[in-house]
């Protein structure tokens, strides 16, 4: 990761949203969709300090609008309730009114505090919640820690999703286990400014939620802010992160001797749910990663990686397995960076395309083999600076229009 000391993670292959201490979760099918689960829960057993990043697409869902007050109120959370299949969204002061309902019911349930509960949705804008499904509903969650209850919740959370998305990471802090967990929807409508998509992160780390907010902050930038699918922003994105303490480090801060291992653990467990959004982007079959070099800076390297990567013809050349490398540099010469138009360099996996803005000959065969892949990698060097970045995204494919043109039906 940019900036981040390597440090030594152990990726737990059956770790889940509820592994860390002091976690359950559950999920269940209220019927608001006509087959998957549609409605979960996070649950902390103590207060938790809790950090989120929103969407920047000016209209926000009623949710985000719950979920700010009770961390304005409390700054801790200890629990979260999601809804897929209506987003809560353009829905006027009864959404308001509903989304409050939920948290309020929630928080009834579990007997916390309501500002000690969050609330988030995904699915269709400007379509009242169906709220005579979901408050029966949300007091027959019945959260647990085991991986079938932290599975359901995986699956309540999806739209347009065809997979779920979820990691899990443990490191040494002060001697001491920590553990780190994300689950993650997101398909469509993802754009790198905090693109539907829903982030959900438990840690038992014992971190202060002013420290908490500042790292997610960080981690965000150079994660959930480098994917795009479709270069539309949604009105409902939300990364939430709680931290149950339990674990019992030392309080860590920027000057903790293992800060760098904390960063790190957050990082990669955003990044492994970013990539997984951007892959399963709809319609999709393949993952782009874009690394950029030898900018003037990394804003600028960030600048070109995500302009490259939002390019739908870079994302229909890879869907078309057509190494036409010109339509790579298109997109550089649109980024608004600083660039030398007679000195750039592009290779495609480990093979190179272009020179000093000079041709280089190549195998087509060669190329549309690997371009074949579920993976591929564009390299590019515009040799004025030392700045560097990456974007993640996904090719562009009929399904994708299929998938839009009907998705409220």
């Known amino acids: 990761m940019q900036g981040i000391k390597k440090a ?15 976690f359950s979760a559950a999920g269940i099918h209220t019927k608001v969709k006509r087959k998957r689960n549609d409605l979960g829960v996070i649950v902390c057993s103590v207060p938790a300090s809790a950090a989120a990043v929103f969407t920047l697409n000016e209209i926000q869902a009623a949710p985000l609008t719950v979920t700010k007050a009770s961390l304005a109120e409390a700054g801790k959370l200890q629990a979260v309730v999601v809804n897929s299949g209506n987003a809560n969204a353009c829905s006027g002061k009864k959404g308001l009114e509903d989304a409050y ?11 916390i505090p ?31 820690t085991d991986d079938e209850s932290a599975a359901a919740f995986g699956e309540a959370i999806l739209t347009t999703d ?3 998305k979820s990691t899990c990471y443990s490191a040494m802090i002060d001697g001491k286990k920590v553990t780190m967990a994300g689950a993650a929807k997101g398909s469509g409508m993802i754009a790198p ?4 998509m829903l982030a959900f992160l438990t840690t038992d780390a014992n971190i202060s939620t002013v420290h908490l907010q500042a790292a997610l902050k960080e981690a965000t930038d150079q994660t959930f802010n480098r994917i795009t699918v479709d270069g539309d922003t949604s009105t409902n994105d939300m990364v939430l992160v709680m931290a149950s303490g339990l674990a019992e480090n030392e309080a ?4 903790h001797k293992d800060w760098n291992i904390f960063m790190r653990l957050l990082q990669q467990s955003c990044e492994d749910l970013a990539k997984l959004i951007a892959r399963d982007g709809e319609g999709a079959t393949k993952l782009i990663e874009i690394t950029v070099q030898g900018a003037l800076n990394d804003q600028e390297a960030d600048n070109i990686a995500k302009t490259v990567v939002s390019s739908p013809l870079v994302k229909t050349m890879v869907f078309g397995a057509d190494p036409n490398w010109g339509r790579v540099m298109m997109a550089i010469g649109k980024s608004g960076a600083k660039i030398d138009p007679n000195n ?9 395309l272009l020179k000093g803005s000079q041709p280089l000959s190549f195998s087509e065969k060669t190329l549309q083999t690997y371009l074949e892949a579920d993976t591929i990698q564009i390299t590019i060097n515009v040799n004025i600076g030392k700045g560097t970045g990456k974007a993640w995204g996904c090719d562009l494919t009929y399904d994708y229009v299929r998938i839009n043109a009907s998705y409220r039906t």
């Open 8 to 22: 030594v993670l152990t990726k737990m292959e059956n770790g889940h949203i509820a592994a860390p201490k002091g």
């Open 101 to 111: 309902l939920m948290r309020d019911s929630l928080a009834a349930s579990l007997s």
């Open 114 to 144: 309501k500002a000690y509960t969050a609330v988030a949705s995904t699915g269709v804008i400007g379509e009242e919640m169906p709220m005579d499904k979901i408050l029966p509903g949300i007091h027959m969650l019945h959260p647990k």
């Open 162 to 164: 065809t997979i779920p």
């Open 193 to 196: 400014n905090m693109a539907t």
């Open 252 to 255: 860590l801060s920027p000057t």
């Open 344 to 352: 750039i360099d592009i290779q495609i996996g480990p093979y190179p």
